[in-house]
């Protein structure tokens, strides 16, 4: 079970990822050409709903049928290897950072076991495990090692492995949403900085620091791009699909004039705030890392509704920019296949897709 981007991967560097979600698949494929990343393919389809529900699978045959549908879908290129790196949700996930005294590594292994039982809501032999020393660390404690650890539910992966066998896919590795994501969306060479991320996906919003592009703390809530839908429909009267069409066409309304969609959406809007501000205080009061949250990036589907990021900016007082995933790109020689508004909906998948490449892009390792 790799569920870090450790360096032992001996496999044919065709590797696509493939972004498996509660309402959609995403796959991509990259090619390296020396040091360099270039676009192969980016495919996308739609799950029924109640296939996946908060990350557990219900329906495999329709997951199966999604993820052939998006392979097939998938330009400029067919994807033709069946290796594949598959995201796991970032609700079944869990994400720490521990501190040991200077050890061996068999030493590690046996301390990392009671840490994961003191520190994780799961029994040991529920779930499955990985972990990866951060050679500077973060709190450059003298007498400490720092160590990533991260675990995700048994049930949950075995799951997921599954279906990508049912699909005739030969799984080489897995990987929590929020390290996908850094590897698209942070630049490899922006050290010393804090980033937050905030994904918001069709049913989850999604939240993960990474000081010196070592990710350090993630969370997830409810709120959801599906949430501005629903409160557009419930407040205004109107069916879902009007909603979504509206939402579309006019984003979180106008703040200013305060119009018939930013009153539908105003509480959306005030807990999706305090839940940003929540996590940030908690990191800056608690984990300490850093003294400040230098960067936050907005990614997910949700992070396209017009006037979002400036709303939300203005509440924090801080400047957030929507993500970009090809930010560790040359894209001189090859230009961008989708537009950016669709191509930051691609971020886990891209940055599943970078590991697959063979290109240590984002590595605790720094």
Request: proline share 3%; with cysteine; glycine share 6%.
């Amino acid at each position: 079970m790799n569920l870090l981007n450790k360096k032992i991967f001996k496999f044919s560097k065709d590797a696509f990822g493939l972004d498996l979600s509660d309402l959609s698949v995403k796959v991509a494929q990259l090619e390296r050409n020396g040091t360099e990343l270039g676009v192969v393919s980016l495919g996308e389809s739609e799950i029924s709903v109640g296939s996946i529900t908060d990350g557990e699978i219900i329906a495999k045959e329709n997951v199966v049928s999604a993820i052939k549908k998006a392979m097939d879908r998938a330009t400029p290129k067919k994807i033709k290897t069946k290796k594949v790196i598959c995201s796991l949700p970032e609700s079944k996930g869990f994400l720490r950072i521990i501190s040991l005294p200077f050890m061996s590594e068999n030493e590690i292994n046996e301390a990392i076991k009671w840490e994961i039982e003191a520190n994780i809501p799961l029994p040991l032999d529920q779930v499955y495990y990985d972990w990866q020393l951060i050679s500077k660390g973060l709190k450059k404690e003298k007498d400490k090692l720092e160590i990533l650890v991260v675990a995700i539910s048994k049930k949950t992966a075995d799951q997921f492995l599954s279906v990508l066998d049912s699909a005739g896919l030969e799984p080489i590795g897995l990987d929590i949403e929020s390290i996908a994501q850094a590897r698209s969306l942070v630049d490899r060479s922006a050290m010393n900085e804090t980033v937050l991320i905030v994904d918001i996906g069709d049913r989850r919003t999604s939240f993960s620091i990474l000081t010196d592009n070592v990710p350090c703390f993630t969370s997830s809530m409810s709120i959801s791009s599906q949430y501005f839908t629903d409160a557009i429909s419930k407040t205004l009267n109107i069916s879902f699909e009007e909603a979504e069409k509206m939402k579309i066409q006019y984003g979180i309304g106008s703040p200013s004039e305060k119009d018939e969609v930013f009153l539908a959406l105003e509480a959306v809007l005030e807990n999706l705030y305090l839940e940003i501000k929540k996590t940030i205080d908690f990191y800056l009061e608690n984990l300490k890392y850093s003294f400040s949250v230098d960067r936050i990036i907005l990614c997910g589907g949700g992070a396209n509704t017009k006037g979002l990021v400036e709303y939300i900016s203005g509440k924090l007082g801080q400047k957030i920019e929507t993500g970009y995933p090809w930010i560790n790109f040359n894209l001189k020689k090859q230009p961008p296949i989708i537009k950016i508004d669709r191509a930051v909906r691609y971020s886990t998948a891209i940055g599943l897709a970078i590991k697959g490449s063979n290109i240590e892009v984002y590595d605790c390792h720094h």
